[in-house]
């Protein structure tokens, strides 16, 4: 429990700190592009955190470009 508070808290700190520095510049899609993968990493960090196991993102990708890289290879022969 205090893992995932304290994680949130550096999340916030920094976020604030960030959020400054977005909002002197005026830069609207920058804050919305920042904030949501903070968001995203934050939801991430306290899974981890949590001890949830998060399926790998390279499965999903490897099985859409093996059978492509294999034909290219094939092609080159």
Do not use: D, H, N
Request: aromatic share 8%.
């Amino acid at each position: 429990m205090w893992g995932i508070a304290g994680f949130m808290l550096v999340i916030i700190t920094l976020s604030s700190i960030q959020m400054k520095s977005l909002f002197k510049r005026r830069r609207k899609r920058e804050t919305i592009v920042y904030f949501g993968l903070m968001g995203l990493a934050a939801i991430i960090g306290c899974l981890l955190i949590a001890g949830i196991k998060i399926p790998s993102p390279t499965i999903p990708l490897q099985i859409v470009f093996e059978p492509i890289g294999k034909m290219i290879l094939k092609k080159a022969e």
